[in-house]
């Protein structure tokens, strides 16, 4: 990457602003076989259809793809649009067992995104 | 139009004759209601005395767009209704019967001599409880936020139960001079009727203007509105 | 919920980081469906993620309250008896139906709860395709008004 | 596709052909509503946030929250929260807990109290406020709200919280009461605590600070309160000013005995 360039200067913001994102909350637990994983996401999750208080439309800006993985495979993709809540919720289940780790990732539309991990318990 | 801030003095609104006699009455209830008061704070000897509490709202409240320091002067009813053990005293009840008068006789009937206006506009002006706190500008309508405490057409589940349900109001009452009289001076100045009542008086303090009460009372009284199906 | 609280480690996203300048796609599995999310039909919308033609079924259940004090979080949860491939949730009168899609893999249980924005009083559509085959579930939801409104 | 839609769309004519069926049912609804919700409390995020805050030292002394004294001595949490308000000798004064955080804030990190004041709700400094109100409130989860009127300034600021409560004023003539003083009432579907009694009381002093859902926002009772005063169409009430701990310390003292559940989840 070039130095002194508006990208780099992208860069350094966006690295900030991964730094003041909110860990996720996760709660995974195994019971028969079966591990049931919740997930809170911290996101303002803008529709672009919210005026603010000054009456002007605030941006479009939401989380728009949340996967999770463990042992290297894909057990879970979700793809949101803009009407999914604010600080988002997800619940799911896979088949796995205690000690597993998750990888719990999301994309947003600013192309911010933030990797979490838990073990199951 | 703006809301008028500034809390309206009763005996101001009222004829001389009737001032006359009731400012005897009142003076006297007055009176009566200030022994209480001492009697009941030497009584409890915990009850804050009007300076400090005035003190304590004066520093802790400031204006902030519409909503200015004004709206805590009280007037007679609010004064009244503050206290809930006087009401309930033999000296309350007094008065309670006095500010009701006073009231009463500060309702304007409408200027034009309509009573009944637009059940379909009425139901909008029901819906809507917006209107007269520091985040509005005082510019828009306010609404009459009907729904917050009444059910009125059935169809419309959110309702509140802090008042009576009006739902078939004008079907079970019909349209005599009385009832649509009654109808509007309630809107107008719910305590007319009962000094307490938790129903701001829309008229009395132009939070809705005539043509929106006349409204409202089609809501309630048209034959046609989806109220009285 | 403290004794459950995990030592939720952050990774310094690299993966973010690398999709962002272009390095990696965004997603390998599955990848966003910008114009599924962007349609503004319900019939739109079912013709992008391929759904042609779903019945009931009572392999498939749909939970939500039949009324939400309000339209910002509205709860809803998808299961099924059958393995699921994918769930969509798409609500009728939002500007855009399609809320969220969930794609599963063998390992994943045929289940899923979300909480969606919703507009106003509408219809909303669960959508579960099983054994290649789509079926669905649909439920109205009134709106309301909880508080003074003011 | 169409074909099937039509099909169910008999199914869905249960409620809008039958509205008042529907309307009898509709607190059950709301309580279905309300269980779905439960389940995660996004104000966990909050409460995530807040403890780093309270662990990391901030300010010119470096010093971290931990040496806050919230009345059961420093860095003691543990059911504090389910205590206040309460009269601290130090500051002289009775305090919420927002107010008493306040006061944290500005001894041990420097912090300017008025620019906490000042901030508007959600932003700022004040959000930070919010968020370590969050974990103070959780780690008196489950607690038994015990808020003391020994002291004659904490028994003074509950007359005083007691006669602000059924203070009518505005050109609404609304007071506290006109809302909260009667037990099952509810404006449009949402109950109203009556405040009154211990039973109502509790419920409500007991599930706040809250994080709602119709706006998605974390609120601690200094907000709840500044949002009731607006409905309430009063003049604007000074963050941490009197009169809302006046209020708090009349709504706690009627909740003691009762449940500390904070955070909540609201409408």
Known sequence: MDDGSERNQGHVRRLWGLRMSNPMRIRAQENQGIVDVKILIRHDMESGLRKGEDGVLVPAWYIHTLKVETQGAEVFNAQFGPAVSRDPFVNFRYQGAKGDKLFVTWMDTKNDSRRDEVIVS | MKLNLKPIHLIQRISPRIVKRMTLNMLFALTLNVIFMLFSMNATSQEPSDAEFNAMLKRSLRAEGIAVMERMEQDATQALCSDPALIHSQAGKQTVDLIQQANLASIKPPSDGIYIGDWRRGEAIAQSGRGGTWADSGKERSGGGCYNCHQIDRKEIAYGTLGPSLWNYGKQRGDSKEVVTYTWNKIYNAKAYQACSSMPRFGHFHLLNQQQIQDLMGLLLDPRSPVNE | MDHQRREVMRFATVFGLMASIGLIAPAQAEEWSRAAFAEKSLDEVFRVIGVNGADTSSALTFTAPEIAENGAVVPVMVSSSLRAEQIAILVEKNPNPLAAQFFFTARTEPFVAARIKMAETSRVYALVKAEGKWMMAVKEIKVTLGGCGG | ?267
């Open chain 4, 1 to 267: 596709m169409t074909a099937s839609i039509l099909r169910l769309s008999l199914g869905l004519l249960l409620c809008g052909s039958a509205v008042w069926v529907c309307a009898q049912s509709s607190t059950e609804d709301v309580t279905q509503y309300r269980d779905m919700l439960v389940d995660s409390n996004p104000a966990e995020l909050y409460m995530a946030a807040g403890e780093e805050k309270w662990k990391t030292p901030h300010g010119p002394k470096q010093t971290s929250l931990e040496h806050c004294d919230l009345g059961l001595g420093n860095g003691k949490l543990e059911g504090a929260a389910a205590q206040l308000p309460r009269y601290f000798k130090d500051t002289d004064r009775v305090q919420d807990l927002e107010s008493r955080l306040m006061t944290c804030l500005s001894q041990l990190q420097g912090m300017s109290e008025q620019s906490l004041i000042d901030a508007p709700f959600g932003e700022g400094p004040k959000k930070e406020l919010d968020e370590i109100v969050a974990y103070v409130v959780s780690r008196s989860k489950g607690a038994m709200i015990q808020v003391s009127t020994q002291h004659p300034k904490a028994q003074a600021f509950y007359a005083m919280g007691k006669k602000a409560f059924y203070t009518q004023a505005g050109p609404y003539d609304f007071s506290c009461a006109s809302c909260h003083s009667q037990d099952a009432k509810r404006i449009r579907l949402q109950e109203l605590p009556n405040l009154t009694s211990p039973a109502g009381a509790a419920k409500a002093w007991g599930s706040w600070p809250a994080y709602r859902v119709s706006n998605g926002q974390f609120w601690t009772m200094q907000h709840r309160l500044n949002d009731c005063l607006r409905q309430q169409r009063w003049p604007y009430p000074v963050y941490g000013s009197d009169l809302t701990i006046a209020l708090s310390m009349f709504m706690a003292v009627n909740a003691n005995g009762g449940l500390y559940q904070a955070p909540g989840l609201k409408r």
